[in-house]
């Protein structure tokens, strides 16, 4: 699909825009209620939602369904990283007015790897078609890995290759300095634990962009759809995890839904290479059953944990973290959200 250039210009000037009026509307740092988080996850939604008709009205209802369905799908695998940065957060006790910070410079380092990733991914894409086969089989992979509910310590705060050599370039502080990332003492420049949550959250977000890039280019192959998609499925997640962050404990069944998803775009992206590389008789999954599929397993997903919930049991007391005098914070449980 040709996309003009007056297009990506349009697109650039409303994400700066948005940015803009977000950062100065949390220019002081303070915690973000679930007042606040709802108006601003109604209005990241919205945005998108105004995106996608204009991206209808001019460029066709085919890219304009693209568009809808990749940032549904994208939206929907982002709940993994909410679940992530509450482990973040607890494990390096991130002050809950800082959070918000945080979350800001970590969108905008995941809109420039996923530019960076989806990019390649389109061109590879483009060049050799087969490899869609190997993407289904991470996805696939993805939805048993979830299925099976095991963790990956590649996400765990404390095993983090990027925060440990992070630590090799600069040294971190054990102490929060307010809402900085750095200091100097006695002439020397120290980062603060701030700087490590950041560092771990990207790392996390590159973790995430394995099953995230498969997952949207079984949708579409435009890098314009694709990466907008994601962009701003990426700068709602700040709001929609201040929103759902005291209540991710509710959806218990939306880890099953999001391995169906999974599974589902996997078998979408075999038959559509099959399609392409093998015989034009296999057929191929519509965008339109795509979205319709994403949609009834969320909303299934969702009714489901609600009508039925699951039985609280008492959590047992967090153990302190071992360290060698470096930063040592406390693994500690999801990060809870005031409500009011």
């Known amino acids: ?57 001019t460029l066709g209802a085919g890219p304009a369904v693209d568009f809808t369905t990749a940032y549904l799908l994208e939206k929907s695998l982002s709940v993994d990283n909410l679940f992530v940065f509450a482990l973040i957060f607890g494990y390096f006790k991130v002050p809950r007015e800082f959070q918000h910070r945080v979350l800001f410079f970590g969108v905008i380092g995941a809109l420039v ?51 440990r050599l992070l630590r090799r370039v600069i040294p971190i502080s054990d102490e929060y300095h307010g809402a900085k990332f750095f200091f100097v003492e006695a002439g020397k420049r120290i980062g603060t634990p701030l700087l490590a949550v950041v560092v771990a959250v990207e790392a996390a977000d590159l973790i ?32 929609l995890y201040f929103l759902l962050a005291g209540m991710l404990e509710k959806f218990y069944l939306l880890d099953k839904a ?17 399609h ?19 949609v009834a397993a969320l909303t299934i997903a969702v009714v489901g944990s609600l009508r039925h919930p699951q039985s609280s049991e008492p959590e047992p007391e967090p153990e302190p973290a071992v360290g060698g005098g470096e930063l040592t914070p406390q693994l500690a449980g999801r990060t809870p959200v005031d409500m009011d």
């Open 258 to 274: 999001l391995a169906f998803i999974l599974a589902f775009i996997g078998a979408k992206l075999f038959l559509q290479a099959a």
């Open 113 to 163: 790897f996923r530019g960076i990733f989806l990019g390649a991914g389109v061109a590879v894409v483009s060049q050799f078609t087969a490899i869609l086969f190997v993407f289904g089989a991470i996805l696939l992979w993805s939805a048993f890995k979830l299925i099976r509910g095991g963790e990956d310590d590649a996400v765990d705060p404390g095993k983090s290759v990027a925060v």
């Open 276 to 294: 392409k590389t093998i015989s034009t008789s296999i057929p191929e999954i519509p965008t339109l059953v795509s979205l319709g599929v994403i």
């Open 1 to 57: 699909m040709s996309v003009p250039l007056w297009a990506w210009v349009a697109f650039a000037a409303v994400v700066v825009v948005m940015l803009a009026i977000d950062l100065l509307a949390h220019r002081g740092a303070h915690t973000i209620k679930f007042k606040e988080a709802a108006i601003w996850s109604a209005i990241w939604v919205g945005v998108s939602m105004i995106f996608a008709l204009v991206v209808g009205l």
């Open 208 to 239: 995430f962009a394995v099953d995230s890039v498969p997952a949207v280019l079984a949708v579409s192959d435009s890098a314009f759809i694709v990466y907008t998609s994601n962009a701003f499925a990426i700068l709602g997640l700040r709001a």
